[in-house]
């Protein structure tokens, strides 16, 4: 088991920047795939970036490639998601997970623990 925790929305203005943490606990942190995910209002959940276990590997949603970045700190229990020159399209609420299985890091079922999200608002 792992619980995960998100911090860092908020409101910005477009054009502006936010870092999301993920801080967990529970069972080792490195053993998980980890992945930040997004829901509009209306929408489905759709994915944002994911990261392997060690970090060296990380993957995007064309929508956000070159503007966000995942990183993560093993030794913090945490994973991050930077995003730049954000949009008013970004607004949604993110959330983290965790995948203790190998599959496809934009696979959202192989995701088995969530947070509860954390809200991100990006005015125009």
């Known amino acids: 088991q792992v619980q995960l925790v998100e911090s860092g929305g908020g409101l910005v203005q477009a054009g502006g920047s936010l870092r999301l943490s993920c801080a967990a606990s529970?069972?080792?942190?490195?053993?998980?795939?980890m992945g930040w995910f997004r829901q509009a209002p209306g929408k489905e959940r759709e994915f944002v970036g994911g990261?392997?276990?060690?970090?060296?590997?990380?993957e995007y949603a064309d929508s956000v490639k070159g503007r966000f970045t995942i990183s993560r700190d093993n030794a913090k229990r945490t994973v991050y998601l930077q995003m730049n020159s954000l949009k008013p399209e970004d607004t949604a609420v993110y959330y983290c997970?965790?995948?203790?299985?190998?599959?496809?890091?934009?696979?959202?079922?192989?995701?088995?623990?969530w947070g509860q999200g954390t809200q991100v608002t990006v005015s125009s």
């Open positions: 990261i392997s276990r060690s970090g060296g590997n990380t």
């Open positions: 529970g069972r080792s942190f490195s053993t998980y795939r």
């Open positions: 997970a965790a995948s203790d299985i190998t599959v496809a890091l934009a696979s959202k079922s192989g995701y088995k623990f």
